[in-house]
């Protein structure tokens, strides 16, 4: 188990660029899959990228390819989410996640608000 803190989040304008990180807690986390998710008020929730335990993999969901990316820092026990040319349509409240097979470790969640 491992207890995952997200920062980062704010307000910004649409065209802007925000970077959340999600910083953990444990040696174990270094060897997690990592990944964001968002959610929306009255939406569900949704995937948004993710990072595999050793950095070689990331994977993005259609919404914001080319306009987010994923990095680990390990030294920092930290995953970043950079978040360029953001959208009103991006606002929600965005969380990360880690595990082994599955996403069992949460976050509490940092809201982001892009206004147009």
């Known amino acids: 188990q491992v207890h995952l803190v997200e920062s980062g989040g704010g307000l910004v304008q649409a065209g802007g660029s925000l970077r959340l990180s999600c910083t953990a807690s444990?040696?174990?986390?270094?060897?997690?899959?990592v990944g964001w998710f968002r959610q929306a008020p009255g939406k569900e929730r949704e995937f948004v990228g993710g990072?595999?335990?050793?950095?070689?993999?990331?994977a993005y969901a259609e919404p914001v390819k080319g306009r987010f990316t994923i990095s680990r820092d390990y030294a920092k026990n930290t995953v970043h989410l950079q978040m360029n040319n953001l959208k009103p349509e991006d606002t929600a409240g965005y969380y990360c996640?880690?595990?082994?097979?599955?996403?069992?470790?949460w976050g509490q969640g940092t809201q982001v608000t892009v206004s147009s």
């Open positions: 990072i595999s335990w050793n950095g070689g993999n990331t």
């Open positions: 996640a880690a595990g082994i097979g599955r996403y069992d470790n």
């Open positions: 444990g040696r174990t986390f270094s060897s997690y899959t």
